[in-house]
């Protein structure tokens, strides 16, 4: 009998490896056989040792070329055809865009479309963003929608700012974000105090709100707080929005910050510091940093963006100030400082609030149901 077949359509073979292992897993403990397409690096290893396989497929992320667009349907849409998966999972906005019509003009009806956060169409805010929004709102809601297709979001607000109805259960779920394994990423005792160690690990991108970490560090310590920063991360070359290394490198050259690059480590960074940072412009799903964080024990100070916002309960597991506001998050870094404890208080609470539904066996079993109740509806394409 054949096994029922699930095909996910990702930008890089790095980003499915980093956040979305657990859902591979899950379609493997269903049995099911699992395929991945995405533009390969050094993942494929790690990929396939859920018992997934991997196509590699080369497309340039920034690219808004028609003709290359037009050219990575085509491919897609021969992939897909050749696969025959039963669902189509395809993950971030412009997989979804671009492998949703493929895999509709493949004729397959059981798609999941996984809104790994809005990006642009979240971080930004006028006439332009507002149109792009529309634009992929009819897209989404019109071109390459269907009976049998559903809606993955990380946070309750991003379903709403494209049309949808958070509490339609039949349309859309809401999952925590890719969920981490807390008996992997264990607490452990805080650093000695002071000075207050504060890292950052995200992409450098402007929207991670990396320049206002750096500015805040900046008057904290201008105003007697004995405050440190870390920023760990890599430019994303192929990322129009990615920070130039030279900007890094005139931050690293301040007093009290340090860029100390990527880390595979992350146990060992929140091991060395006292509070996770990330002062997002917007455009997050749930990101993934505030997780682990929350694993290892660490408060998050954070900023009132969808996603963050969603996991940190003010006051409660961190402390959540407006976007773009370097003196807010000023103040919170030198309220830190001179409470110690409170770290430690907040730290703990964002541990439990993340075994509350945000782990990764969480994601696995809502993934799961999704699954099965896609399999459960008939379709009218034909078996393989």
């Not at 895999?103 to 809104?115: H, I, N, P, Q, T």
């Not at 992350?266 to 694993?295: D, K, N």
């Not at 003196?327 to 309220?335: E, F, N």
């Amino acid at each position: 009998m054949r096994r029922p077949k699930l095909l996910f359509v990702a930008t890089e073979d790095w980003f499915f490896a980093s956040h979305f292992l657990p859902m591979a897993r899950a379609a493997r403990e269903l049995d099911f056989d699992v395929v991945v397409i995405a533009r390969e690096r050094q993942h494929r290893r790690v990929i396939e040792a859920t018992g997934a396989r991997l196509i590699a497929l080369e497309a340039e992320r920034r690219s808004l070329d028609p003709r290359a667009l037009y050219r990575q349907i085509a491919a897609l849409k021969r992939l897909i055809e050749a696969e025959r998966p039963d669902i189509l999972h395809c993950i971030a906005l412009k997989p979804i865009v671009l492998a949703g019509l493929a895999g509709k003009l493949a004729g397959v009806e059981r798609r999941v479309y996984a809104l790994t956060g809005l990006g642009f169409l979240g971080a930004k805010q006028g006439l332009v963003a507002g149109a792009a929004r529309l634009a992929v709102r009819f897209w989404l809601r019109a071109a390459i929608d269907g009976p049998q297709t559903r809606f993955l979001f990380e946070n309750p607000d991003d379903p709403v700012s494209l049309g949808f109805d958070p509490q339609d259960a039949g349309k859309v779920a809401i999952v925590g974000g890719a969920g981490v394994d807390p008996l992997i990423l264990m607490p452990e005792p805080m650093p000695a105090t002071p000075p207050l160690k504060v890292a950052l690990v995200a992409r450098m991108l402007w929207s991670k709100g990396v320049d206002l970490a750096v500015e805040a560090v900046r008057l904290a310590r201008a105003e007697g707080a004995r405050v440190e920063l870390t920023v760990h991360g890599a430019p994303d070359p192929s990322n129009p929005k990615a920070i130039p290394e030279a900007t890094l490198q005139q931050w690293a050259a301040r007093p009290g910050i340090n860029w100390a690059g990527p880390t595979r480590d992350i146990e060992g960074v929140w091991r060395q510091h006292h509070l996770c940072i990330l002062p997002s412009r917007g455009g997050e799903g749930l990101p993934r940093t505030i997780l682990e964080a929350a694993a290892c024990g660490r408060a998050i100070l954070t900023t009132d963006v969808p996603g963050c916002r969603s996991f940190v309960r003010d006051g409660r597991d961190g402390i959540v100030v407006p976007a773009d506001d370097t003196a807010a998050l000023a103040k919170a870094l030198i309220t830190f400082a001179g409470a110690p404890a409170l770290a430690e208080r907040m730290g703990t609470s964002a541990r439990a609030r993340l075994i509350d539904g945000y782990t990764e066996r969480d994601v696995m079993n809502a993934v799961k149901a999704l699954y099965r109740g896609l399999l459960d509806q008939p379709t009218t394409e034909v078996a393989a």
